[in-house]
């Protein structure tokens, strides 16, 4: 690290002789514009468990309510940013730090970002949570075992998958690792799966309660 008048250039990574700019405008001041506060919803769970349903969901919700924000699926990104990526650990690996650094930027211009991925390893989503500041990262688990998700199989993976037809799928001969201690936990309740209104309505409550909903 070399600092020249005011200016600290430094090396990230590959990157040598990089300087950091800061904007006249700070999050503080997003917030107060947009009346919320920033923040990633990770959403992690078996393909099938319905992340996807939860994001959409939940922001519909939130968009009901006048709030500003955005669903990074995984599904999606690997139509573009993350296409080059396969399904071996280290690209999922990647897959989700790509994903962990732009939600980490839609956070900080005070949007409240879902990022919907499998994401089956701990170390990889403890590595997006190390990304932003602690209260800003909300794990949320799709607690559905992996039975129902392969019955539900709307995309006919698991069957792929079961007839050796897709190698080192998650849950079948891939794994998946749950959290150990996340915000949000989506389960049964009184025995029966949730809707997908009262599963954002969970998330939604959440948020509430813990400030995000206000400047
Ligand atoms: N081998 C294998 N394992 C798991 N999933 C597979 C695989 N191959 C393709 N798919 C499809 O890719 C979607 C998951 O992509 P993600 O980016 O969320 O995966 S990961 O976080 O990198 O593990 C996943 O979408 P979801 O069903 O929405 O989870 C599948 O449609
Ligand atoms: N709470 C729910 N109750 C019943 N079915 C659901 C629920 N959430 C999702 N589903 C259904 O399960 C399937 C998988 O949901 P999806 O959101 O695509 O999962 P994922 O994104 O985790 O692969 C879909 O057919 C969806 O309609």
Same mark, same amino acid.
């Given at each position: ?46 393909? %099938?468990? %319905?992340?996807?349903?939860? =994001? ?32 071996? @650990?280290?690209?999922? =690996?990647?897959? *989700?730090?790509? !994903?962990?650094?732009? @939600?980490?930027?839609? =956070?900080? =211009? ?7 991925? *499998?994401?089956? #390893?701990?170390?990889?989503?403890? @590595?997006?949570?190390?990304?932003? /500041?602690?209260?800003? $990262? *909300?794990?949320?688990?799709?607690? !559905? /075992? ?7 199989? +709307? ?13 080192? $799928?998650?849950?079948?001969?891939? +794994? #998946?690792? /749950? /959290? ?12 029966? #799966?949730?809707? +997908?209104? @009262? ?12 400030? #995000?909903?206000?400047?």
């Amino acid at each position: 690290m070399q600092v020249m008048e005011n200016l600290v250039r430094t090396t990230v990574g590959m990157s040598t002789n990089i300087v950091w700019h800061e904007c006249s405008i700070g999050k503080l001041e997003r917030q107060n514009l947009l009346m919320q506060k920033g923040c990633v919803i990770w959403i992690t769970g078996f393909s %099938g468990s %319905g992340k996807s349903t939860l =994001a959409s969901m939940l922001n519909r919700q939130l968009h009901c309510r006048g709030h500003v924000s955005y669903v990074l699926d995984g599904d999606n990104l690997r139509h573009g940013l993350n296409k080059d990526l396969s399904f071996k @650990a280290e690209d999922r =690996a990647e897959n *989700i730090c790509r !994903v962990g650094e732009v @939600a980490k930027l839609f =956070a900080d =211009a005070g949007v409240i970002c879902t990022a919907s991925l *499998i994401s089956p #390893y701990r170390r990889d989503r403890d @590595a997006c949570r190390a990304l932003v /500041p602690d209260s800003m $990262f *909300i794990e949320v688990f799709m607690d !559905v /075992p992996l039975k129902v998700c392969e019955e539900r199989d +709307p995309k006919g993976l698991y069957k792929l998958a079961r007839a050796g037809k897709i190698k080192g $799928f998650t849950g079948i001969d891939d +794994p #998946y690792e /749950p /959290p150990m201690d996340c915000e949000i936990v989506i389960q049964l309740k009184d025995g029966k #799966y949730q809707t +997908p209104k @009262a599963m954002a309505e969970q998330v939604v409550t959440y948020l509430e309660e813990n400030g #995000y909903l206000k400047a």
